[in-house]
C-alpha cells in the first residue's frame, strides 16, 4: 500500500510560469514533509521541508503547501526554470525521532524554453 | 562541506565477486542510511545506523552487509550478489536527533553480471 502518492508521473510547464506538483498522503502518523529534486544518474537533492505544524514554507522559488486535513501537499515553483527539469520525489516521515523516510514515485518535470 | 561522498560512482561485478561501496560524510550528522533505488522507482530503504549502531534493517538479504567504522564512514560489503541487485544506491546521512533533511550522495551504480 502506497503511504505516499505522487500521482502525476510527468508535467510539463512553460518557462517563466508555476509549476505546480501534488503529493498525497494516507498515513496520518506523518508530521515532517520533505521534497527532493534528482537528476539522472545522480542522488536526490533536497529541496525544501515543512513541518505538520505549518502550513506553508517558502525558499525563494520554492513554496511547499501543507493541507492536513486533506493529506495533501505541494510544490510551488516560480518562475519555473530549464534548469528545473528534474524528478521530484515528495518523501514523509512520522514523529519524532524517526529516521524512515517514505518516498512517492516522483513527478517527472520538464520545464519548456 | 554540505557533501555526501560515495564511492565508486559505477562498479561492475560478477556473481561471485566481493566487493565494497564507500560512504564518507564530514557534517557531523549521526544518522547514516542505504538506500536501493531501480530505474524509474523511488529510493528504498535498506540500512539506518544511529550514532554508529545498526537501528533499521529492512529485511535485506545477508549478500548486503553494512559497517559503519565510525561516525564519518559508512560501508556496504556486497559478495555474492544477483543482477537483480543491480540499482543505484545510495547513501544520506542526517542530523542524530530530531526530524531534519537527508543529504544525499550521488550514488554508486552497481550493475551485477
Known amino acids: 500500500d502506497q503511504q505516499v502518492k505522487q500521482n502525476s508521473p510527468s508535467l510539463s510547464v512553460q518557462e517563466g510560469r508555476i509549476s505546480i506538483l501534488n503529493c498525497d498522503y494516507t498515513?496520518?502518523?506523518?508530521?515532517?514533509f520533505l521534497w527532493y529534486k534528482k537528476y539522472p544518474a545522480e542522488g536526490p537533492t533536497f529541496l525544501i521541508s515543512?513541518?505538520?505544524?505549518?502550513d506553508k514554507n517558502e525558499d525563494g522559488r520554492f513554496t511547499v503547501f501543507l493541507n492536513k486535513s486533506a493529506k495533501h501537499l505541494s510544490l510551488h515553483i516560480v518562475p519555473s526554470q530549464p534548469g528545473d527539469s528534474a524528478v521530484y520525489f515528495c518523501?514523509?516521515?512520522?514523529?519524532?525521532?524517526?529516521?524512515?523516510?517514505?518516498f512517492g514515485k516522483g513527478t517527472k518535470l520538464s520545464v519548456i524554453p | 562541506d554540505t557533501e555526501v561522498t560515495q564511492t565508486p560512482k559505477h562498479l561492475v561485478m560478477g556473481m561471485t565477486n566481493k566487493k565494497s561501496l564507500k560512504c564518507e560524510q564530514h557534517m557531523g550528522h549521526r544518522a547514516m542510511y542505504w538506500y536501493k533505488q531501480k530505474a524509474k522507482k523511488p529510493p528504498e530503504l535498506m540500512f539506518v545506523y544511529s550514532y554508529e549502531k545498526l537501528s533499521i534493517n529492512e529485511s535485506v538479504p545477508s549478500r548486503f552487509s553494512p559497517e559503519c567504522p565510525n561516525s564519518s564512514l559508512l560501508n556496504l560489503h556486497l559478495h555474492a550478489l544477483q543482477p537483480e541487485d543491480s540499482a543505484l544506491y545510495l547513501c544520506?546521512?542526517?542530523?542524530?536527533?530530531?526530524?531534519?533533511?537527508?543529504?544525499f550522495g550521488q550514488g554508486t551504480r552497481l550493475t551485477v553480471v
Open positions: 498515513n496520518s502518523m506523518f508530521d515532517y
Open positions: 515543512i513541518s505538520s505544524i505549518k
Open positions: 518523501a514523509a516521515s512520522a514523529g519524532a525521532g524517526s529516521y524512515q523516510l517514505t
Open positions: 544520506a546521512s542526517s542530523q542524530g536527533t530530531g526530524l531534519t533533511e537527508a543529504f
